[in-house]
């Protein structure tokens, strides 16, 4: 893989509640938004639709669910300097919308999801990768919080996604990928410093 020597390519990850999109915009603040640009792991859903025509379910944290292929594909196209169109998943018919989200190449581009570090074809493109290792009661409290306040779902409902679908597959995917990561952190004030040392270190270049 040749990189263009201006970009800069940071993978933030870590289970679902671990604060990791949290990080990845506040890193982008600290970099500042002019020269820096989030992908998210959840644009790149495949179209599961056919699953809900019946009774299908989903299992939307195994890496089967996302399209890695393109998704590394794009990172390729902007650490060469080139555009790209973002998919735009539509959760209420789980399709992609025929609309796309056109990102123009930056000098640092922060990376935001589960299972990116689980995947070997897209690690070679990360020049930093940092994961936050939150306890599981600690990202149970905050998807429960988050699923009911936000997205009107009934707790017992959370319980059993959690539990059938988020638990095993952050035990067998997200949290083995820690191994590959240049940064782990373990509390809010741990990850604050990382970010901030990291912007520093970045900027100083």
């Known amino acids: 893989m040749k990189k263009s020597a201006g970009t800069t390519i940071i993978a933030i990850t870590g289970g679902s509640g ?3 999109t949290t990080a990845a915009r506040r890193l982008w603040e600290l970099i500042g938004k002019e020269n820096c640009q989030i992908i998210s792991q959840d644009s790149y859903y495949h179209d599961h639709s056919a699953q809900f025509k019946g009774d299908g379910t989903v299992n939307f944290d ?3 669910a ?3 292929k393109l998704m590394a594909d794009h990172l390729k196209k902007l650490s060469q300097n080139q555009p790209i169109e973002i998919p735009i998943y539509d959760f209420v018919t789980h399709t992609r919308k025929e ?3 056109r990102v123009e190449p930056f000098p640092y581009i922060i990376v935001d999801g589960i299972l990116i570090l689980s995947q070997e074809i897209l690690r070679p493109f990360f020049d930093f990768s940092i994961f936050i290792d939150i306890s599981e009661e600690t990202r149970y409290a905050r998807r429960l919080k988050r699923d009911v306040e936000e997205r009107g779902r009934h707790p017992d409902g959370v319980k059993i996604q959690f539990d059938s679908f988020v638990k095993p597959m ?4 997200v949290q083995p990928s820690k191994h590959f ?3 782990v952190s373990y509390d809010n ?3 604050n410093e990382m970010l901030a040392d990291l912007t520093k270190n970045l900027l100083s270049k």
């Open 99 to 101: 609309k796309t989200i």
């Open 62 to 64: 195994h890496p089967n």
């Open 66 to 68: 996302i399209d890695f």
């Open 170 to 173: 952050h035990e067998t995917f």
């Open 189 to 191: 004030q741990s990850l």
């Open 181 to 183: 990561a240049t940064h």
């Open 18 to 20: 671990s604060g990791k």
